[in-house]
């Protein structure tokens, strides 16, 4: 079966940078597409970006341009997300998930990235 | 940029039927899908391409997209329903998220 799995909750003082990765079985990762998102405490879904395991391209949104960046190793068929100079107000659940039949079908389980002093 | 309007709230009775609203320009000619997510869990996806349903989710979720509205339908309501609903449709090959339904069963 379809499974994501995500590394551990970060603790991050402001400024810092944080690395969240998103380990995927049970299916071809070059395949699909892998979006990341975002939800901060009591707040709604948050788009991130988006990355082409096949070729690397990547996609992402406005808010986040120059900020983050998303790779991937399909040797160990993972995705990753970074994000530089981080704020308090970057305290959130991170999630990849992945794209098919026109949505995201399959999440991972969730990154807590608590950004304090 | 897109946006997608959902309601913050919706209540519904048990055994009534419960319809969540996302507005957002043209929607009807763009896929909207519909995530279900509970305190503490990964949001889940109930409906995908307008009307589909995943397998394992109970036939009692619907949906429907038409003008500038796609709407979720949630017939005999239970409280096992009772979860935060978004809408999602794309923007081009970029996600854009409603702002999230609160459903409350009582």
């Known amino acids: 079966q379809v499974q994501l799995v995500q590394s551990g909750a970060e603790v991050k003082k402001p400024g810092a940078s944080v690395r969240v990765s998103c380990k995927a079985s049970?299916?071809?990762?070059?395949?699909?597409?892998m979006h990341w998102v975002r939800q901060a405490p009591g707040q709604g879904l948050e788009w991130m970006g988006i990355?082409?395991?096949?070729?690397?391209?990547?996609g992402y949104a406005q808010k986040f341009q120059g900020r983050v960046t998303m790779t991937r190793d399909t040797s160990t068929n993972t995705a990753f997300m970074e994000m530089s100079r981080m704020r308090p107000e970057d305290t959130a659940v991170y999630y990849c998930?992945?794209?098919?039949?026109?949505?995201?079908?399959?999440w991972g389980q969730g990154t807590l990235v608590t950004v304090s002093s | 940029s897109y946006e997608l309007t959902q309601p913050p709230s919706v209540s519904v009775s048990p055994g009534q039927t419960a319809s969540i609203t996302c507005s957002g320009d043209?929607?009807?000619?763009?896929?909207a899908s519909w995530y279900q997510q509970k305190p503490g869990q990964s949001p889940v996806v109930v409906i995908h391409?307008?009307?589909k349903r995943p397998s394992g989710i109970p036939e009692r979720f619907s949906g429907s997209n038409s003008g500038n509205t796609a709407t979720l339908t949630i017939s005999g309501t239970q409280a096992m329903d009772e979860a935060d609903y978004y809408c999602?449709?794309?923007?081009?090959?970029?996600?854009?998220f409603g702002g999230g339904t609160r459903l409350t069963v009582l």
């Open positions: 999602q449709a794309w923007d081009s090959s970029f996600v854009v």
């Open positions: 391409q307008d009307t």
């Open positions: 990355i082409n395991p096949n070729d690397g391209g990547t």
């Open positions: 043209k929607l009807e000619y763009k896929y």
């Open positions: 998930a992945r794209v098919a039949n026109q949505c995201l079908d399959n």
């Open positions: 049970g299916y071809a990762f070059s395949r699909y597409h």
